[in-house]
């Protein structure tokens, strides 16, 4: 059964700071990894989608990579901003299941 | 339509009284996918839909729960005899057919049981 852990549960750090979030899964045989943001009392919001074949995806800041066979992702965030502050959630699809298997979140603030 | 959309936003029920909570998939989309959010818990899958094929219900924690969908687009998510366990936010989620594709989520619906 595929779990997936997420450290730290919970970040603060000043304006202007890069940051790494983490994300472990126990089963390598995934399709993808996805990241998205939650703010409070809203849906997710997809911020990175990354594969099996690839090894990280970029946006804007935000950098996330994937290390399949070691079951580890890492979300960075480069110059982080107040606006930033939200719930980090990432979520792999296992090859042997139909859904997507949710971490727990890293609820990050981000202090101005 | 733009965006995956959820409707109601926010329903207060009275236990045992019955709900149906709706979701409209990003046109193109057939995959769908129902999820549950509790107080401060994480994402606990209840069931998925892949185009014609049976749905995966192997989320569904009991048998008060059922979905379906219609012409391989809208979905509705019913509780039967709520109760006060049930209170959560369902969040509903479509994504192109396939392995490999993106995961859009809605809003979501805030149940309440009284």
């Known amino acids: 059964k595929q779990e997936v852990t997420q450290i730290p549960a919970a970040l603060s750090v000043p304006e202007g700071e890069n940051l790494v979030l983490n994300c472990s899964f126990t089963?390598?045989?995934?399709?993808?990894l996805q990241w998205f943001r939650q703010d409070p009392g809203k849906g997710l919001t997809s911020l990175l989608l990354?594969?099996?074949?690839?090894r990280e995806q970029t946006s804007g800041r935000l950098n996330a990579s994937l290390d399949k066979s070691s079951g580890r992702s890492t979300l960075y965030i480069a110059a982080s901003q107040p606006g930033d502050s939200a719930t980090y959630l990432c979520?792999?699809?296992?090859?042997?299941?139909?859904?997507?298997?949710f971490g727990p979140g890293t609820r990050l603030s981000v202090l101005p | 339509g733009a965006g995956v959309s959820q409707s109601p936003s926010n329903k207060v029920t009275e236990k045992g009284k019955d709900v149906e909570l709706r979701c409209d998939p990003i046109?193109?989309?057939?995959?769908l996918y129902w999820y549950r959010q509790s107080l401060g818990q994480g994402l606990e899958f209840l069931i998925y839909?892949?185009?014609?094929?049976?749905?995966?219900k192997s989320g569904l924690p009991s048998d008060r729960f059922s979905a379906e969908r219609t012409g391989g687009s809208v979905s509705t998510l019913t509780i039967q005899r709520t109760q006060q366990e049930d209170s959560a936010v369902y969040l509903c989620?479509?994504?192109?057919?396939?392995?490999?594709?993106?995961?859009?989520f809605g809003e979501g619906s805030r149940l309440t049981v009284l």
């Open positions: 089963d390598s045989a995934i399709y993808n």
């Open positions: 990354i594969q099996s074949s690839q």
């Open positions: 839909f892949q185009g014609n094929s049976a749905p995966d």
């Open positions: 979520a792999v699809r296992s090859v042997y299941g139909q859904n997507f298997v």
């Open positions: 989620a479509s994504s192109l057919g396939g392995y490999t594709g993106e995961l859009f």
């Open positions: 046109s193109g989309h057939t995959a």
